[in-house]
Antibody, heavy 127, light 110 residues
Framework: EVQLVESGGGLVKPGRSLRLSCATS????????VSWFRQAPGKGLEWVGF??????????EYAASVKGRFPISRDDSKSIAYLQMNSLKTEDTAVYYC??????????????????WGRGTLVTVSS | QSVLTQPPSASGTPGQRVTISCSGS????????VYWYQQLPGTAPKLLIY???QRPSGVPDRFSGSKSGTSASLAISGLRSEDEADYYC???????????FGGGTKLTVL
């Protein structure tokens, strides 16, 4: 059974840092990209970023709202992905989800979708 | 403001067929697959439809997806009370080089 479990959320002051972890099981972690999303209270889903598998360079892409602040990394030996959240702002308050991201190679390039989601971890940024 | 446009709400009675629309542009829906996610109250999103009209194992065939040009639709037939949830469409955007989502449609079963 595919499982993703986020951890590391909590209450943090503006300007501080927090690192979220996404522990996975039930699939070959190294074969997949992993993506992070967030959902502010009462709002819709917002893509945060993703990290490709090593076969596709292990490179990362980010939403403009977090680029330069939220680096994503992965440890294939532990089947864990990380979201490092720096210079946090009150508007970063949300439930953060990690997802498995299968890729599809199309004419214009490789595209990803998100088939399994963790239950999420709440991050509250407040003074 | 979401890149993809969905109606904020939809409703139907048990047994009815309802559709939820999703409008985009040539750089997203017009040139990529469309996905639909279901989010039951208080839970994480769940993949409902992938690559326009494929269902993951366990998703009933009451759910179906379609796409035409720069728009897509999710149809739910034989509506049931347990279908009450938020539904999100998603796709890739070639201009943004990343995934984009609709704002979500809250489905109420009357």
């Amino acid at each position: 059974e595919v499982q993703l479990v986020e951890s590391g959320g909590g209450l943090v002051k503006p300007g501080r840092s927090l690192r979220l972890s996404c522990a996975t099981s039930g699939f070959t972690f190294g074969d997949y990209a992993v993506s992070w999303f967030r959902q502010a209270p009462g709002k819709g889903l917002e893509w945060v970023g993703f990290i490709r598998s090593k076969a596709y360079g292990g490179t990362t892409e980010y939403a403009a709202s977090v680029k330069g602040r939220f680096p994503i990394s992965r440890d294939d030996s532990k089947s864990i992905a990380y979201l490092q959240m720096n210079s946090l702002k009150t508007e970063d308050t949300a439930v953060y989800y990690c997802t498995r991201a299968p890729g599809i190679t199309m004419v214009r390039g490789r595209r990803y979708y998100f088939d399994y989601w963790g239950r999420g971890t709440l991050v509250t940024v407040s003074s | 403001q979401s890149v993809l446009t969905q109606p904020p709400s939809a409703s139907g009675t048990p047994g009815q067929r309802v559709t939820i629309s999703c409008s985009g542009s040539s750089s997203n829906i017009g040139s990529n697959y469309v996905y639909w996610y279901q989010q039951l109250p208080g839970t994480a999103p769940k993949l409902l439809i992938y690559t326009i009209n494929q269902r993951p194992s366990g998703v009933p065939d009451r759910f179906s997806g379609s796409k035409s040009g720069t728009s897509a639709s999710l149809a739910i037939s034989g509506l049931r009370s347990e279908d009450e949830a938020d539904y999100y469409c998603a796709t890739w955007d070639d201009s943004l080089s990343g995934p984009v989502f609709g704002g979500g449609t809250k489905l109420t079963v009357l």
